[in-house]
Every structure is written in C-alpha cells, then in structure tokens.
C-alpha cells in the first residue's frame, strides 16, 4: 500500500494518524461519538494519497471507522455508565433496531457507489450542524419522547444510516433526545452505547462487503477495513477517551453544542470541497 511513497512521507502520514487517533478519543468521550465523522474523511484522504481506487476508497474508510471505533465507543461508554448519564432503557429499546439497520447498510454498502456514501455523510452532517449550532431551547417536540414501533423505527434508521456513514450514532441520538428536551449530558453519555451497538456488527458487515474487492484493495485489508487504520487509530484514541469524558461533563450546554457545531461544520466544508475538486 506505501511502496510509491517516500519515507519522510510515510513518516508524516503516520504521525498525522497518531495525532487524528488522540484527537479521536477526546472526540468520542465530549460528544459521545465514536469519532467517525473525524475518521472517515482522514482515512479518505490517505487512501486517495496511497493510490487506493476510487472504486473503494470511502467503503474502506468507512469500514476501517468502524472497526477503529470499537474500543473507543466501549471505553467511552464505561466511563458515561460510571456517572451514571446512560439512558440504559433507550438504549434496551433500540439495540435491536438499530443492529438491523446497521446490517441492511451493510447489504447495502455491496453495491452502492462512491457519491452515495458522500451525499449521505454531508447531509446528516449538515442538518446535525445547523441543529447545534442555531437551535434555541424553543426548538424542541411537543410531549414525551415516542415508544414502541415509532422508537423502534427511528433505531432502524440510526443503524441505517450510522453504517453507510462510518459513525458511532451519536449526532442522530443527541439529536433525537435533545428534540425532545433531554440534558445534553444524557444524550451524549447514551450515544457512546450506541456506538457499541453500531460499530460492532458494521464492521463485521464491512468486513463481508468488500471481499468480493479484495483484488482491488490495498494490501493488509480485510474487506473494507483496512488493518493500518486499526494499528494507528486505536491506541492513541483509547489513551485520551477519558480526558474528553471528563471535558464533555465540565462543559456548559451551549458550549458544548457550539463546540460539536463547529467541528463538524469544518468537517462538511472539507468534503463539499472534494466533491467539487
């Protein structure tokens, strides 16, 4: 996979890895995400750098994210539970739904094309980044938060979606549980459970998605994830998970908000400049 670049290259790659897998864990712990939506567009542009196909290139971050977020959604989510901010009865309610959903963007990811994955990731991005960043106290749903079908079909959609964009869940369930007037603390602390419930069976379906692709995928891959990614991600995001679980329960609400808006503004931007490069 590194064989046309230089060493000093390889070097900067993955030091730049390391910093995005530190920069990861905090990510994961203050939102209660389990940093995807930092790892998908980072791996993507290392894959495009190292020659990987268009064809693969965003499935194989996508499924790397994944994988990546494993141990960082468990971690983050032990020390929410510890505090006791987890909402262990959505969460009940949801891991089902959500384990289906994820498995039918998994069937999906088989045949679906490059710019779907893109379009999807920039549109929920989006609409997560304006509902942060603009939203008022004001912006919330009359009455309790829906049970039954209506919640199960909304977990559907969070593993649905979750899956086809490499992320843990956490701006679908915070921003759920924020329209109907949960602490943000709450939310953040319950979308690190969702990440465990997403990341785990997605990247077992990543895994079977792409080994029709193995002829065409860079070398130490296992279907769409890419063991490099692993190697450089995990241990520094699993060093400075707590640190952003400690951040996330002394910052005020609208800072928090604002912060995650921002971020992922950043985030959208980057990406709307490389469908159009």
């Not at 998908?40 to 499924?63: D, N, S, W």
């Not at 920039?122 to 509902?131: E, M, N, P, V």
């Amino acid at each position: 996979m590194f064989d046309a670049i230089a060493t000093n290259d390889l070097i900067f790659l993955i030091g730049g890895l390391l910093v995005a897998g530190a920069a990861t864990g905090i990510l994961a712990g203050v939102f209660g995400v389990g940093g995807g939506i930092l790892i998908v567009p980072v791996l993507y542009e290392l894959f495009r750098a190292t020659g990987v196909v268009e064809e693969v290139r965003m499935p194989l971050a996508i499924g790397s994210s994944l994988a990546i977020i494993i141990p960082t959604s468990i971690r983050s989510f032990r020390a929410h539970y510890a505090k006791g901010a987890v909402d262990m009865d959505l969460l009940k309610a949801w891991a089902v739904p959500v384990v289906l959903g994820v498995a039918a963007g998994t069937l999906v990811a088989r045949i679906a094309p490059p710019m779907l994955f893109k379009a999807l990731f920039i549109g929920i991005a989006s609409f997560t980044c304006i509902r942060l960043l603009f939203a008022r106290d004001s912006w919330v749903l009359k009455g309790d938060m829906p049970t039954g079908l209506p919640l199960k079909i909304y977990g559907v959609v969070i593993g649905l979606l979750s899956s086809l964009m490499g992320i843990g869940g956490g701006q679908l369930c915070n921003v759920y549980m924020m329209l109907y007037r949960r602490p943000i603390h709450q939310a953040v602390a319950t979308s690190s459970g969702l990440g465990i419930l997403i990341s785990i069976p997605g990247a077992l379906g990543y895994i079977y998605a792409g080994w029709p692709k193995m002829d065409v995928l860079p070398p130490f891959s296992l279907g769409f994830v890419s063991l490099i990614g692993i190697a450089l991600f995990v241990p520094m995001s699993m060093l400075t998970v707590k640190l952003g679980v400690n951040l996330a329960h002394r910052l005020p609400k609208r800072q928090l908000e604002m912060a995650f808006g921002l971020f992922l503004l950043a985030v959208i931007l980057r990406f709307l400049w490389s469908l159009a490069a």
